[in-house]
């Protein structure tokens, strides 16, 4: 296994990485940066896992920016945060970083080797640790014992001067939660901390207000309007790609299409291992069909079928849609699924349009 530590530097070019690639002595002041990059996890994860750990100091988002142009750190890495003090500054900083290398953001502690000290296996991140957090493209929430939390004064008033010596200023940090996609107005009401002190999330509490995705970027509706023929498309993006599913009402029917976007090289590969597809409504498997039931489709994995117009209720009001390609066995198999309650309203309007330009009954 390949472990890279980097301690502090005053600054850190390209040429000096291999350099502080083999000092594992970081300095208590600064933050630390572990990249593992062996091949157990490159065959695993396909990406390095990075630790960064300590106190995040003014210099950390040059040396990470150093490791990001040497390919140490290449776009869509897991970044594993585990820091509960530093340079609110430089906690934003990495965070552009983390979202300009559509980076993945994680509370978690570095792995320990042989020859290391014992290392705490809760991840805690505050202060500035939570800003670089919310930079990530996709943001999983704390498991276990690992911990998040907002500075007080964060949620309870963005505009307000972060307390403490080293602080941007209110106007960078709204710049900043704006353009990372972040809305905190949910927790202001609900916070009963001092200004002083650390608001804890929960896992929950993070997934329902968009603060982690876990893996996924928001549900997708759009209703393109017609008179006779109205077509509704849903999509989502997540680290395997994009997936979407497409909605045509017309005089001829209900037409339901599913794309999987992975690149022709992938998709050729699971049409080819796949027995049968199907939709899926609520989890439950419908619209079933062997063999010849999925194609390739330029990038994509595409399922097409018609659907009974008497259903279509039960289809735009479920839970969840997917559609899946299955094996000759439970181990193999691939697709995509929607929760669709936060596009509810969209497909709402969306039926009222079938409803309109069908010449049959809708159930």
Known sequence: MLAI???????????????????????????SMQVNNDRLT???????????????????PQRFETLMRSGKIPAG???????SDGDLGAGMALGRLFRTGSMVTHLGTPRRSHSSAYVVKTAICTGACS????????????????????????????????????????????????????????????????????????????????LANNGRLPLMAKYQP????????????????????????????????????????RAEEIVARGTRSYFEINGEETLTQQRDGARVASESVMITRPYPPTQLVKLLFARSVGAWVGGRTSAFRYGFSFALG????????????CWRAAPWPLQ
């Not at 065959?43 to 950390?60: E, F, R, S």
């Not at 890495?77 to 820091?83: A, Q, T, V």
């Not at 997540?238 to 009402?249: F, M, P, V, Y």
């Open 5 to 31: 530590c980097i301690g502090s530097a005053p600054k850190v070019h390209a040429r000096d990485v291999r350099k502080h690639a083999e000092n594992v002595g970081a300095r208590a002041d600064t933050l």
């Open 42 to 60: 490159l065959a695993v994860t396909k990406v390095p896992q990075v630790y960064l750990y300590g106190v995040i100091d003014a210099g950390a």
């Open 77 to 83: 890495s897991d970044i594993y945060l585990n820091s």
């Open 131 to 210: 800003y670089a957090y919310l930079g990530g493209l996709y943001r999983w929430a704390p498991t276990g014992s690992d911990r998040i939390g907002l500075p007080a004064h964060l949620v309870m008033d963005p505009k307000t001067d972060a307390p403490g010596p080293i602080r941007p200023s209110p106007d960078e940090v709204a710049a900043y939660l704006k353009d990372m996609g972040i809305n905190l107005d949910g927790f202001a009401s609900a916070s009963t901390a001092s200004r002083d002190d650390v608001v804890w999330l929960t896992a929950d509490q993070m997934l329902s207000t968009g």
């Open 226 to 265: 017609s008179p006779q023929t109205p077509h509704l498309v849903l999509s989502q993006v997540d680290r395997q790609g994009e997936h979407r599913i497409t909605l045509q009402c017309g005089p001829g029917g209900v037409t339901l299409t599913a794309y999987d976007l992975v690149g022709a090289a």
């Open 342 to 353: 936060p596009v509810r309203s969209t497909l709402r309007e969306y039926y009222q349009a």
